[in-house]
């Protein structure tokens, strides 16, 4: 479980096992993601809702506490009751499927995380992998607290160079003559980076306007936050310090 250590709004500065958190989950080694049932994102409910007791299912005949999978598809209420099920079973780090789809989908990505993050206990984890760069301090500052660098290995695949507000392809801009590894450790630090960026503006109580410049980048990342401002502003005042 999670040590909570200080808020700046919803986000929270803690410690898993030793790392800090907001983090990087360490993927050098196989991860104990428990077995799961996919389901793409835009699915009748009935499919969703298959998916979701499968995955509870298997979690709980797997006889061991690991990373449990969020499925739910669209629908937020079914999202809240697989983190509800997965965590009574006793995994305090649930992480969300269809991560991409909800990037594109910025309604659906802050009703979804933010209920969640206000049905599960504190001291769980939320893990969301493949984060956009750009998106990441935002999806921290709701309360999510780990992150991976496989998006960096994705991107570097295919000659993109990740920076903490934008992506470039090398063979349109020729900003680095860099071979497949190079890159992929220059996105890893990319990544590194924001990470650190985002647990010292904590410390500093000023992630929101780290936020609010990095949503400038993205119209997704900035409807968001708009969105994040005015569906869930009891959630935002509950954590915000007042001065």
Not at 1 to 7: G, L, S
Not at 137 to 151: E, N, R
Not at 206 to 216: A, P
């Amino acid at each position: 479980m999670m040590e909570i250590k200080m808020h700046d709004g919803p986000a929270r500065l803690g410690k898993y096992y030793e790392r800090e958190t907001p983090g990087i989950i360490m993927t050098e080694n196989p991860l104990n993601i428990l077995k799961d049932e996919p389901m793409p994102y835009n699915v009748p409910k009935t499919l969703a809702s298959w998916s979701v007791n499968s995955t509870v299912e298997n979690a709980r005949l797997s006889g061991e506490n690991g990373i449990g999978i969020v499925h739910g598809s669209k629908y937020s209420d079914l999202r809240v009751e697989c983190a509800i099920r997965l965590e009574e079973l006793g995994n305090t780090v649930l992480m969300i499927a269809n991560p991409e789809e909800l990037m594109k989908r910025s309604r659906d990505l802050v009703d979804i995380i933010t209920l969640i993050r206000e049905n599960i206990n504190p001291n769980s984890a939320i893990y969301y992998p493949f984060a956009e760069p750009s998106f990441i301090p935002f999806l921290a500052y709701m309360g999510v607290d780990l992150f991976d660098t496989v998006i960096g290995d994705f991107y570097a695949s295919i000659n993109t160079l990740l920076t903490p507000s934008t992506k470039y392809d090398l063979d349109v801009y020729k900003i680095f003559d860099l071979n497949s590894e190079e890159l992929r450790e220059y996105n890893k630090n990319t990544i590194e980076f924001i990470i650190r960026e985002v647990q010292e503006h904590i410390k500093n109580g000023t992630l929101r306007n780290l936020v609010e410049e990095r949503c400038c980048t993205s119209p997704e990342a900035m409807t968001a936050l708009r969105l994040f401002d005015r569906d869930h502003k009891e959630f935002i005042d509950k954590y915000t310090q007042l001065y």
